[in-house]
């Protein structure tokens, strides 16, 4: 938005990358049409600035956004057993007690206090400084494949497929390596953990 509006004229809009591509034909070329109309020198000044305010409105309003899912808390890397009082010494550092002492609610996470509460904390302009946001989509299967390989992806998913459903059972936790354990919902917590990710940068 603000190259659009600093550049009225269009220049930037016509200046080419090392393959010799502008903005508008690298929009086409990757199935962005819908970037075209903003991409354009005629581009409207008020509609720049009505989605720059809408964005920035959004930022002033809600200074820090927590993002969490009950989809990630069934990921278990351990039988639940360990991770009760007197079994913990034997729990792995990477267990679902560490989203549960920040994020859930029935567990009386961190964050889940008043300080945090969507309205409690409030910022120097009076309003809240904290908004939650508990049902972020999954990370799209292609978006996964922007930074992993197909195998991989595959791999993990057809390994956590193979689990029992119940994590304490025999055959509830598997491996994908020496080190990296995971259960029946891993994959599927990943791809909410990714789609928080997703969110949170959009």
């Known amino acids: 938005w603000k190259l659009a509006r600093e550049d009225a004229e269009g220049g930037s809009l016509r200046m080419k990358d ?17 970037l075209l109309p903003l991409l354009s020198p005629t581009a409207s000044e008020e509609a720049v600035a009505t989605g720059e305010d ?13 993002i969490r899912s009950d989809g990630c808390e069934k990921h278990f890397t351990c039988t639940p057993g360990t991770l009760a009082r007197g079994n913990f010494s034997r729990a792995p550092p ?3 007690l560490r989203l549960k002492v920040l994020t859930d609610h029935s567990h009386g996470g961190i964050l889940t206090g008043a300080e945090f509460a969507e309205g409690g904390s409030t910022s120097e302009s009076g ?22 390989d197909w ?8 390994t956590c497929n193979r689990l029992s459903e119940v994590a304490s059972e025999v055959g509830g936790i598997g491996s994908l390596d020496g080190d990296t ?9 990943a791809k909410y953990a990714a ?8």
Do not use: C
Request: charged share 25%; hydrophobic share 35%; no cysteine.
């Open 18 to 34: 090392i393959l010799g591509n502008t903005p508008p034909a690298d929009a086409r070329a990757y199935g962005h049409e819908d």
């Open 54 to 66: 809408a964005r920035w409105s959004k930022v002033r309003k809600n200074k820090t956004l927590i």
């Open 94 to 96: 990477e267990n679902v």
């Open 127 to 148: 309003r809240s400084a904290f908004v939650w946001e508990e049902q972020p989509p999954k990370a799209s299967m292609s978006d996964i494949l922007r930074v992993h």
């Open 151 to 158: 195998h991989y992806v595959r791999h993990v998913q057809e």
């Open 181 to 189: 354990q995971v259960s029946k919902y891993t994959f599927e917590g």
């Open 195 to 202: 789609g928080a990710s997703v969110l949170a940068v959009d």
